[in-house]
């Protein structure tokens, strides 16, 4: 799974891989009302699921799938000034924004001085968001005892030990840390830590000449955060931290390297650590973050990337107290700026949302409410949400699709034909011992212990945070219970949890066009079906194939076996690698390559499933359209989407997902039904000779 930079109150755990861009998801905030009349929603849906009218017939299916499935439509959208891209998953969001408001809106017709019970407590974090008058009044008050900190720092224990705090503050942790289970015992908890301390989105920002313009811009926005928090010497400063986190930057992995699991888990004791990574005091960094050294060896430290953590280890060490101080208080600026006065929100929306993603407008501040209210509590809206808006029908037909998808599987399995029986036999196990969760976890979270304060933006949001650490902390030394989800219900995703070998299907994306209980049988499993088999298939991509059936870190390949799965990942990744998201912008096929294994798998899944349905044997034609070829529109229609060139160009960088366009046309041609069923022949653009198509799963 694409992890991404956590936000203040939530927490990165190892292992999760989400169908959607993960980035995405922490983008919910910038979500918008719905679409304008030109674009096609929902109701231009045909009653049976797929919008005939939003395809370009001018175009030959063999030529450009996503333009003669997508095109007519995809032209039609216009992305909303306050996003960055526009289609099917964000009017989902917006569905799920809205009603997560209306959720909030009726909750704070009966407020509460004293909040005690979860709904109390949601509709005074939102209603004090919601109260910017009292917000601007306060500037850069909040920021008082933070700074105050900081400006206390002396000694390099200090400055670790105020990192660790970061885990419980708005302060900057330096290094990201997590609780999570052990990839190679997954019954318990381990301490993972892994490379952080960057302000732009990836290493490429700073060492590559394309970002230059970006990397400016960013020392810009240092220097407007440094002034509106008051701290000395801001243009100075801003140069040396840019120049720190070059530094910083040019020890950290890049993020296809860092998608390897054998190549990430290093287990090290402390004393350990301390040798690896010199400069650094991380028992004081420990401390901070509430772990003793005692807990830290009794769980275990995975450390993800060694060179990078001793490099920047060596780094900040080195590095002048007044240039850390300083890193400090601007990333605590930035990190608070949500909570803080129109300047502070201005300041970081204009450089992360403006000029790195190309994002012409600031979203109303409803829309920011909803979503760190969702942020602090997401999980008592969520069973407010399910009792709302999750029919009980609709867990049951997704359940009975999930065991047609499993089905399926196994036939493709046992029909393997480049791997040895002993291996095949170890995936059919793997495949058999798949967890499947749908709509919403077994058991909830309760907030009893998180205090809540009418008029208090900041400290609620920081107490929020301090919460969910203090939850996690809470595992260590305890089992980990296997029906804690990552995923709240009105998350518009889905995920593959391969040290639970479970994937896993929130309420939220089981709609249209995904999931139609009332739509026709082919294109709900081009959707949802695709999205299941795509999770599934994560269990067996370049990354998942290396869990087994109890979700350990392990190798059950023969040698052989990894051998030939490599080489046919390495031929997919050349096709990706070819693919220009925008002219001389190509993706990145070794970052890419789960999600990309996950979209072939997930679309072949779909189309077996369905043929081995009742509807899939009938063949029945709808609108002169055959079953299969429905199956193939209704994945497309799932990725009729618009992304802004900035955006576009971001997350060629940093994302493990493809463009849109590219799920929907390469692994479409390597699917040998799919040229029976749009007749494609050599010459048009798409064809692949058939010792070229690739065929993993």
């Known amino acids: ?124 974090f939102y209603t004090t968001f919601m109260d910017e008058t009292a917000i601007e009044k306060l500037g850069a008050a909040p920021l008082s005892a933070d700074l105050a900190a900081i400006r206390a720092v002396k000694t390099p224990a200090d400055f670790a030990r105020l990192l660790g705090t970061g885990q419980t503050t708005f302060q900057t942790s330096g290094f990201s840390l997590g609780i999570m289970p052990d990839a190679k015992d997954p019954t318990r908890f381990a301490v993972y830590v892994d490379q952080d301390g960057l302000g732009m989105p990836d290493r490429d920002y700073y060492l590559k000449p394309e970002f230059a313009a970006k990397k400016q811009a960013y020392q810009a926005y240092i220097v407007k955060m440094l002034g509106l928090a008051g701290w000395p010497d801001a243009v100075a400063r801003a140069g040396d931290i840019v120049a720190l986190e070059t530094s910083i930057a040019g020890v950290h992995w890049a993020r296809a390297d860092m998608r390897d699991p054998d190549k990430t888990y290093n287990a090290r004791s402390l004393t350990e650590l301390t040798a690896l990574a010199q400069g650094f005091d991380w028992t004081s960094w420990l401390s901070g973050a509430g772990i003793s050294p005692q807990q830290a060896d009794a769980a ?13 280890a060596k780094i900040l060490g080195a590095a002048k107290l007044p240039v850390l101080q300083a890193w400090l208080a601007f990333h605590l600026a930035g990190n608070a700026a949500t909570y803080l006065s129109s300047p502070f929100v201005n300041a970081s929306y204009e450089f992360n949302r403006k000029t790195l993603a190309g994002q012409p407008q600031l979203a109303v501040r409803w829309k920011r409410g909803a979503d760190v209210t969702e942020s602090a509590m997401g999980w008592a809206i969520g069973k407010i949400y399910v009792d ?98 990552d995923m709240t219900p009105q998350t518009v995703n889905a995920y593959n949890n391969p040290v639970f070998n479970e994937v896993v299907f929130p309420a939220s994306i089981l709609q249209p066009p995904f999931f139609d209980p009332n739509a026709d049988t082919a294109i709900n499993f081009g959707a949802i079906g695709g999205v299941i088999g795509h999770e599934m298939t994560h269990g067996f991509d370049d990354e998942g194939r290396k869990f087994d059936e109890h979700g350990r870190l392990s ?3 023969t040698k052989e076996d990894a ?34 294994i996950a979209d072939l798998g997930g679309l072949t899944l779909a189309l077996d499933a369905y043929r081995l349905s009742p ?21 497309a229609q799932v990725w009729r989407m618009k992304v802004r060139d900035d955006r576009a160009r971001q997350l060629a960088t940093i994302d493990p997902h493809s463009a849109p366009m590219a799920r929907v046309n390469l692994p479409m041609h390597n699917i040998d039904a799919w040229y ?5 022949q050599p010459g048009q653009a798409l064809y692949l000779a058939p010792d070229a198509r690739v065929k993993i799963w």
């Open 563 to 596: 051998a030939r799965f490599e080489k046919l990942g390495e031929r997919f990744a050349a096709q990706y690698d070819a693919f220009q998201v925008l002219p001389g912008v190509h993706l990145n096929g070794k970052l890419t390559m789960g999600e990309n």
């Open 555 to 557: 190798d059950w390949w």
């Open 388 to 485: 709302r808006y999750f029919p009980p029908e609709s867990k049951a037909k997704m359940e009975a699709l999930t065991k047609q998808l499993k089905a399926a599987f196994r036939i493709r399995l046992q029909n393997n034909s480049w791997m040895a029986p002993a291996t095949k036999q170890h995936a059919l196990t793997k495949l058999d011992n798949f967890e499947i969760q749908i709509g919403y976890p077994k058991k909830w979270r309760d907030y009893d212990g998180l205090t809540i304060r009418p008029g208090d933006a900041y400290g609620n949001a920081a107490r929020a945070g301090a919460f969910e650490w203090a939850y996690w902390l809470s595992h260590l030394g305890k089992p980990v219970d296997r029906d804690e989800w």
């Open 300 to 312: 275990k430290l995975i450390v993800g990337e060694p060179s990078a953590i001793a490099g920047q």
């Open 1 to 124: 799974m694409l992890f991404h930079k956590p936000g203040h109150a939530t927490l990165r755990r190892a292992g999760r891989r989400g169908f959607m861009l993960a980035t995405c998801l922490a983008m919910s905030a910038m979500a918008v009302p719905a679409a304008p009349a030109q674009t096609t929603g929902a109701a231009a849906i045909r009653p049976w699921g797929f919008d005939l009218n939003g395809r370009n017939t001018s175009v030959r299916p063999g030529d450009n799938f996503f333009d003669y499935a997508d095109g007519k439509a995809v032209r039609a959208l216009v992305i909303p000034a306050d996003r960055t891209s526009f289609g099917a998953f964000d009017r989902l969001r917006e569905l799920s924004q809205q009603r997560v408001r209306d959720i909030l809106t009726s909750l704070a017709k009966t407020p509460s001085a004293s909040p005690l019970s979860s709904d109390e407590k949601l509709a005074a």
């Open 676 to 680: 029976k069923a749009w007749n494609v």
């Open 615 to 635: 509807d899939g044997k009938s063949s029945a034609a709808r609108d002169g359209l055959t079953g299969d070829q429905r199956v193939f529109l209704g994945w």
